[in-house]
């Protein structure tokens, strides 16, 4: 095993052996660790102090699955095993990642299957298709650097014009003048399927002219919901002169990220939208999405995206945990790992009232994930996260992948059924130092919550991010918003502010300091600003359509409005306007819930008419 480099675990070591002690008579442990779920955890420890070479690259749950095949996975830890989405022809969809400057998809075509999307970038990424044989033959390669399951995205969702065309006063800036003619806004989405387009153009809800990339109407399984269409209604009823593009962002993070590029580079767009995020991006980097963010913004282009609808502190829903690891004063919150080292649990309680574990208080996710502040692909301190039952007694799911030096900071858990209420959640230091880290329960909440939800591409720093906030919640009808708390975020609206401790190309920010507590990195007011959800559309499936996935459309159909009524104005100024003209409805001023306030069209349009 290798040695750890935590300062706080030789001071531990006495308590680790006398919570050996209690463990060997077989009672729950004060850290709420029952025989059971301690014994399945130091199985998976004496695996990992096993791991080859090539398992060194591969996420815990691949190296399970393979010893599976293989027949060397412990019997009751075979119900933890997750298999990965499979394709048409029987294998197992993942992402793989090479070192920099590789062409990962004609490097590995003589070994597996890989996905024929663009590449982006240096095209280090790509997604492949593997027999279960075949997972540690594809991780020996020596330009593969990790391989881990194929990434799981969700959308923001919770003749018909949308409530936000009156409640954001796209009305008045329509007759002011502005239309958005001449502006193409690019919409990136589960999918737009072409029967549905086409129905919507018919029914006059979308545009003649929509152009819909080819081969990126949605996932090939037919998988998608057509969330796409209902977003470009939304872009459509607020900026109807605005010509219309899309393409899936569901065909993972390498394909979403060409496709940001190509509605940018071949396209034309000026404004691009989506409503998409990816369990696995990076919480305080920039991953490769927001990089293509990065890219476009640079070029020109205003970029928004949902804030996601994981809850906020404020409303009492937040399924989040952000905080340094600290470990537990709780004498026996350490866990024997292989060959006796201690592996020590997170403090997520207080000095008067310690406990080593978060407990969920309201359940229907199947996927938790934990991040933490190290470099992508460069991840060197190495934490484990595990939920078990509400007793503690049997573990449920867990991620103990190896961080070795050249893998990402992140871990899940995934369980093929909902956790329950009451599940409790561990985070255990297995090697390195203090981090600082964040807990995504996927819309799940916390009884121990914190803000800094929104995370991803969706809080990059060169994305406008979107909040959500219910059209009628002054309950005044079909009106304006008006300024004030009358009209609140709506209680699953994701909050921020984010935290991020490293620049996009991974140097930190701040050298050696990688701490909230210490004032490390750079916080980001996210979101930037609020749009109207729970509105209708002609979209089967979304009338009403809730969400910050909603909202984030109807800020891209008014960035349209300001640039076609001035189209000199640049991306920055245009920002710019939409910030400085908004209407005050969370804590007064920016605040985290709704950053500068509910946009307002025909404030940003008078704004964008009397710059010269």
């Not at 009492?316 to 292989?338: F, L």
Request: one cysteine or more.
């Amino acid at each position: 095993m290798r040695q750890k480099k935590s300062i706080v675990a030789a001071a531990l070591l006495l308590s680790s052996l006398a919570a050996s002690a209690v463990h060997a008579q077989g009672t729950t442990s004060a850290a709420g660790l029952g025989p059971t779920a301690m014994k399945q955890i130091q199985e998976i420890y004496a695996i990992k102090a096993s791991l080859t070479p090539a398992e060194r690259k591969m996420s815990s749950n691949l190296v399970m699955l393979s010893r599976l095949v293989q027949g060397k996975l412990p019997a009751d830890l075979v119900s933890l095993v997750q298999l990965p989405v499979r394709n048409s022809r029987g294998k197992f969809a993942v992402d793989v990642h090479g070192k920099a400057g590789v062409a990962l998809v004609s490097s590995l075509s003589d070994v597996v299957e890989t996905e024929a999307t663009p590449a982006f970038g240096e095209r280090n990424h790509a997604r492949a298709y593997v027999s279960l044989t075949e997972i540690v033959k594809l991780a020996s390669q020596a330009d593969v650097q990790t391989v881990e399951e194929a990434a799981k995205a969700h959308t923001n969702v919770g003749s018909v014009t949308s409530q936000g065309y009156v409640a954001h006063r796209a009305n008045a800036a329509i007759s002011a003048g502005a239309t958005g003619a001449g502006i193409k806004v690019g919409v990136l989405s589960d999918s737009a399927y072409p029967a549905r387009v086409a129905a919507l153009i018919a029914s006059g809800d979308l545009p003649a002219d929509t152009v819909v990339l080819p081969g990126q109407a949605g996932p090939s399984d037919n998988s998608g919901e057509d969330e796409g269409a209902a977003m470009m209604e939304i872009v459509h009823d607020i900026a109807p002169n605005a010509k219309l593009f899309f393409a899936s962002a569901f065909n993972g993070e390498a394909s979403f990220a060409a496709n940001i590029i190509a509605l940018r580079n071949t396209y034309g767009c000026d404004i691009i939208v989506d409503d998409i995020s990816y369990f696995d991006e990076p919480a305080f980097q920039d991953g490769q999405i927001a990089q293509a963010v990065n890219t476009v913004t640079a070029s020109g282009v205003l970029y928004f995206s949902a804030a996601a609808n994981s809850g906020n502190l404020s409303s009492g829903t937040s399924g989040t945990w952000e905080g340094d690891y600290t470990p537990s004063t709780v004498s026996s919150a350490v866990i024997n790992g292989a060959e006796g080292g201690a592996v020590l649990l997170n403090e997520f309680g207080t000095a008067a009232a310690p406990q080593p574990y978060d407990v969920v208080k309201t359940g229907g996710s199947t996927f938790f994930g934990l991040h933490w502040s190290d470099p992508v692909g460069g991840s060197s301190n190495d934490y484990d996260f595990f939920v078990t039952n509400s007793t503690g007694t049997a573990l449920l799911a867990y991620g103990a992948t190896a961080q070795t030096g050249t893998q990402n900071p992140f871990e899940y858990a995934a369980s093929n059924t909902a956790f329950p209420v009451g599940s409790r959640i561990y985070v255990a230091l297995y090697a390195g130092v203090q981090r600082a880290l964040h807990i995504d329960t996927e819309r799940d909440a916390l009884t121990i919550g914190t803000s800094g939800a929104t995370f991803g591409h969706n809080a990059g720093l060169s994305t406008f991010s979107a909040a959500a906030v219910y059209w009628n919640a002054a309950k005044r009808g079909a009106a304006p918003f008006v300024d004030g708390t009358t009209n609140p975020d709506e209680t699953f609206s994701s909050d921020g502010p984010r935290k991020i401790f490293y620049n996009p190309d991974g140097t930190p920010i701040t050298s050696g300091n990688y701490l909230f507590n210490t004032g490390g990195g750079r916080t980001l007011i996210k979101p930037d600003a609020a749009g109207a959800d729970g509105v209708a559309t002609a979209t089967p499936g979304f009338s009403p359509f809730f969400g910050t996935s909603a909202a984030a459309p109807h800020l891209a159909g008014i960035a349209a409005l300001v640039k076609s009524i001035n189209p000199s104005l640049t991306n920055t100024q245009i920002r710019t306007i939409l910030t400085n003209t908004t209407l005050d409805n969370m804590a007064p001023g920016v605040d985290r819930d709704s950053g500068y306030g509910i946009v307002s069209a025909i404030n940003a349009v008078n704004a964008a008419k009397a710059i010269k």
